[in-house]
């Protein structure tokens, strides 16, 4: 993939954080991650806002089935880790 380099400021403080996080991928690879991850929350809300124009906005019942579904999920996914670290230990 093309790159081109390109100068930004950044705030001092907010610097040195990113520099301790980026450890080993560099402090490039880390920017470009954190700036595809904010485009993809912007597509996100973009989206939100059409469905909301043409479907009104999500209800309270609504709100709460896809938090409870959201809760679900993570158990799922808990409980799947659980069993692959278990079954890591086994291996070892």
Known sequence: MATK???VTIP??????????????GLSAYIADALRLKQDRD???ELA???QEEHGPVTD????AALAELEDL??????????H???????A
């Open 5 to 7: 380099k390109v100068t």
């Open 12 to 25: 001092e403080d907010l610097l040195e954080e990113i520099r301790g996080e980026a450890a080993e991928r």
């Open 43 to 45: 597509r996100l809300r």
């Open 49 to 51: 806002d059409w469905l």
């Open 61 to 64: 019942e609504e709100h709460a």
């Open 74 to 83: 993570d158990a799922e996914h808990e409980q799947r880790r659980r069993v």
């Open 85 to 91: 670290s278990s079954h890591a230990g086994e291996a």
